[in-house]
């Protein structure tokens, strides 16, 4: 129990009603007291005190008051004695509480089995879900140890029920393909698993459980592997909570394959299963994660180029209005003069150059040299991962205004082998919605017959750059992704029916009032 107490609190909870107070007329002094203040914390806990000083002072001396007694005569109240247990049978009774039996203790197990482990296996959670339920039944919670054990218990029952499950669940076919991964994945130590990681055809255990480190193709070739590697049909942990899978897969991190090899079928089965289930799943996320990183890389990198290029050859010409109004003024005053005679000296041939070169490295001309520099980028070297990542991961979109960009990329993957410069003009290409304004005159271009075609290339990095506008926001998803899965699957399945703890999980309040004024609040603080 808490310490400390608001006076509303103590009000609400620690105030004895007149039913209480005929329970304790017969009682005197100390006695009186105690019995009270055993009675308040039995009716707030739903259980008696550890011991003597459990109850804090503040509720001692409000009772205390409300009986106009001295709260330092609690400290005479006896603790050990026959009284004691006469007053606990007493506040039992009077609301209907009893002790758990063991037969109680089994139904807990039965129960957390049931409802509680396949959605939360934190301890201090399942103890709240315990200590409810007992109140639910008007038991008495016994004690921390006798809960504590209740719950190994429980959580020791649970594992083991749900690795046979999950192993009954696997078919023979499956069973063998693990087997086949397991033997065909080495074992190595970490400075052999790091020496060997730059081999494209060997994957360790150690790399399968590893991160993917820094962003490029090198990178994403890697987790090709991984992800191929791994990946499996069988979808056996959807209506699972992924806080009880990554448990499950923590513990498979920390054992090497011997230790793994060496647990019963059903354990060794369904914990390589759990493990490969959300690496594949993390795998997938960091894929996006490498994809949307190079693709911003490209830009950004194309972008520091041109701008260093052009400060470095141009100097910015100042006063470009007043130029411009000298050399009307010349030309409408000496209409037929020629322009060395007339502009030169109202403006200096220098200053024009330095004009040119300022207007050309902006607007059209600075977006075009820009793209020059991230096509020759992507062609020659990023890509190459392009037809990999269309291959390996499956793009949906849940939305028919983003459907232009799903389309654009099953394009860009049906023409992935082919040598064309332009896309075939009986293909229906979309571009609203994948080509940025502005970039339009980039991508059109005009064959040998003055036809509008679409080059393929400069499709593609337009594709690639709306993909990754799509992916941020969630307009776009991919299939067995967990960061980037599909938002209609953002809220649990069960999550109205444990509305309260999803929403404490969450830390946000019940009550739509009380979350628009803390919103309120926040965004009003200094």
Known sequence: MKR???????????????????????????TRLGFAALLKFFQFEARFPKHKFEIPRTILAYIAKQLSLDPNLYSKYDWEGRSIKRHRVQIREFFGFREATVQDAEEMTQWLCEHVLYHDQDPKHIETFVNNRFRELQLESPSAERIDRLIRSAIRSHEERFFESIYKRLNPGTLQNLDALIESVNDMKDDEAEFTSDVSDQITFQDLRSDSGRAGVKTIFREFIKLRTIRRPDDLFTDIPEKVIKKYKQRTITEDLRELRRHPAPVRYTLLSAFFWLRSKEITDSLIELLTQIVHQIWVR?????????????????????????????????????????????????????????????????????????????????????PEILNILQFRS??????????????????????????????????????????????????????????????????????RDKLRCKEVWVEGSSRYRNPDEDLPRDFEERREENYKALNQPLDAEAFINRAFCSNISP
């Open 302 to 386: 194309a972008e520091k180029k041109v701008e260093k290029e052009i400060l470095h050859d141009l100097r910015r010409v100042s006063n470009k209005y007043g130029i411009l109004l000298n050399m009307a003024q010349a030309a409408v005053e000496h209409p037929d003069g020629l322009i060395k005679e007339v502009l030169y000296p109202v403006v200096s041939e220098q200053t024009l150059k330095d004009l040119i070169k300022e207007l050309k490295h902006t607007g059209p001309a600075y977006r075009e040299k820009i793209h020059t520099v991230i096509r020759s980028s992507y062609s020659h070297h990023y890509r190459r991962m392009v």
């Open 398 to 467: 849940n939305n028919d205004i983003h459907r232009p960009v799903i389309r654009a990329l099953e394009l860009i993957k049906k023409y992935a082998e082919t040598g064309l410069h332009y896309f075939p003009i009986t293909e229906d290409i979309p571009i609203d919605g994948v080509i940025r304004a502005g970039y339009k005159d980039i991508v059109l271009e005009k064959d040998d017959k003055g036809q509008d075609r679409i080059n393929r290339i400069n499709y593609e990095i337009s594709a690639l750059q709306a993909l």
């Open 4 to 30: 400390n107490w608001e006076l509303e609190e103590l009000i609400e909870h620690f105030t004895l009603l007149p039913n209480e107070l005929e329970l304790i007329e017969n009682k005197f002094d100390e």
